[in-house]
Structures are given as C-alpha cells and as structure tokens.
C-alpha cells in the first residue's frame, strides 16, 4: 500500500491557509514575510520531492499551482510525476499540468493500493481534512511557524471523530523558531 503523506506549512494555531502569498487571506505570505528564512529549516521539502512517488491535490490547489509549478524549476521532480486530483466539479485537468482527475475518498483508497512510491497531498486544506477525518492519511510532514495566525483555514477539521493517535518519527527545531514535526498515524 503507498502511504499517503499530508505536507504542509502550519502556525501554531493550526492555520494553513495562504503561507506562500496568495490573494484573499488578510496575513497571505506569513512563510516568508513574518519569520526570518532559514535554508535548513526547508531541507524536507527537497527530501519530499526525492521520496514522493505522486501528487494529490484538491481543485482549489490544482487550479492555483497549475498555472504556476510547470515553470519553476524548483519543482522538476513534482513536475515529473503523476498528479491526481480529487474534485467533484472539476471538468477537465489543466493542459499546462496534466492530472488524473479523482471523484471520490473511495477512489482515494484504490490509489492508495496501487503500485508505486509514496503520495503527497501539498496544500488542499479541504482535501486534506476530508482524507484525516476518512482515515486515509498514514503520515504528516510538519513545518509549525511560531505564528498564532488566529482566522483562516486549518490543517484539521473539527469533525466530531475518534482520536487519531500519532507516533512522533523525526523532529527537528530551527533558529528561527520552526520546528519540523513528522508524524506516523498509529493504526
């Protein structure tokens, strides 16, 4: 079975909405315009790309990277790889970025069970609530920022569900305050 792996940038508070800039959230960029860049607090995002075997994403966050992660060399290896999108709404994929588009949780699953390394889910708060509440993620990849953000959208949602009980795997504390959590979710 491939695990899946949610990796996200996250303040203390839980918000993951808008780390990098986009429009519409009042502290858009809080990554890099609110703690101070240091490299090696980011050495994690480069083992991802090495290690993820494909993409998944919600329509919200394909629509915003497709236009945009095909440029960027940065993003060779995800642009490399199979990208799947879970969407109900969603048309078609994007020519820029080709996607296999995903209907369901159920066809989330049978992904699960096919061939292949490890699946990464890059922003997409919803998708990435929906998955943690369905039981479906078998990993977090972790960067909590010293920032209470307070509104905005959260990695998790407030569904009255079970515990889902973690096991701490890596951790690591930067200078400049964020920490780098990796979480096994315990079965």
């Known amino acids: 079975m491939?695990?899946?792996?949610?990796?996200?940038?996250?303040?203390?508070d839980g918000v993951m909405e808008a780390p990098g800039g986009e429009p519409g959230y009042?502290?858009?960029?809080?990554?890099?315009?609110?703690?101070e860049f240091v490299p090696e607090a980011y050495e994690m995002k480069g083992r991802e790309q090495a290690e993820t075997g494909a993409l998944l994403l919600g329509r919200v966050s394909y629509?915003?990277?497709a236009p945009v992660w095909p440029t960027m060399d940065d993003f060779a290896g995800y642009n490399a790889m199979p990208r799947y999108v879970v969407s109900t709404t969603l048309g078609s994929d994007d020519a820029?970025?080709?996607?296999?588009?995903?209907?369901?949780?159920?066809?989330?699953a049978?992904?699960?069970?096919?061939?292949?390394?490890?699946?990464a889910v890059h922003g997409s708060a919803t998708l990435a609530r929906s998955l943690a509440d369905a039981g479906l993620v078998d990993r977090y990849h972790l960067l909590v920022f010293p920032l209470l953000l307070g509104a905005g959208k959260r990695l998790w949602s407030d569904s009255d569900i079970d515990t889902t009980k973690l096991?701490?795997?890596?951790h690591d504390v930067y200078s400049n305050g964020i920490q780098k959590n990796v979480f096994d979710v315990v079965r």
């Open 96 to 108: 820029r970025w080709p996607a296999t588009v995903l209907r369901t949780l159920d066809d989330v």
């Open 63 to 65: 629509e915003a990277f």
């Open 110 to 119: 049978a992904l699960k069970q096919t061939d292949g390394g490890p699946i």
């Open 26 to 35: 009042r502290n858009a960029g809080w990554t890099f315009n609110d703690v």
């Open 2 to 12: 491939r695990p899946l792996i949610v990796t996200s940038f996250v303040s203390l």
């Open 167 to 170: 096991r701490l795997v890596e």
